[in-house]
């Protein structure tokens, strides 16, 4: 089993950053893809963005493309979530996800791929 922990969420205003970390624990997680995703009050949940496990492939979701970095250390077993030029629709729970079957294929944007998760982190960016 893994378990993920996110942590570095907080209310920030408009144009402000906040990173987000991911810390996994169970097992070593330095051959899944993970990913992030994110789900706002009376939304569902949507990918944010995802790398695989060497750390050369990434995919981000075109509302986000340009602002947030996704990152990872193996060695740390943790998974980052730089995001800059921050926006209030980017207010939501941002949960991390690990993908233990994906092997050399690249990340994927579908919840449904993961079969891992945390139990999320509140950001809040105010205007």
């Known amino acids: 089993q893994v378990q993920l922990v996110e942590s570095g969420g907080g209310l920030v205003q408009a144009g402000g950053s906040l990173r987000l970390s991911c810390a996994a624990s169970g097992r070593p997680v330095s051959r899944y893809a993970m990913g992030w995703f994110r789900q706002a009050p009376g939304e569902e949940r949507e990918f944010v963005a995802a790398i695989n496990w060497g750390g050369g492939v990434t995919k981000y979701a075109d509302s986000v493309q340009g602002r947030f970095t996704i990152s990872r250390d193996n060695a740390k077993n943790t998974v980052y979530l730089q995001m800059n030029n921050l926006k209030p629709e980017d207010t939501a729970v941002y949960y991390c996800?690990?993908?233990?079957?994906?092997?050399?294929?690249?990340?994927?944007?579908?919840?449904?791929?993961?079969?891992?998760w945390g139990q999320g982190t509140q950001v809040t960016v105010s205007s």
């Open positions: 996800a690990a993908d233990s079957k994906r092997l050399s294929r690249p990340p994927s944007e579908m919840s449904g791929e993961y079969d891992y």
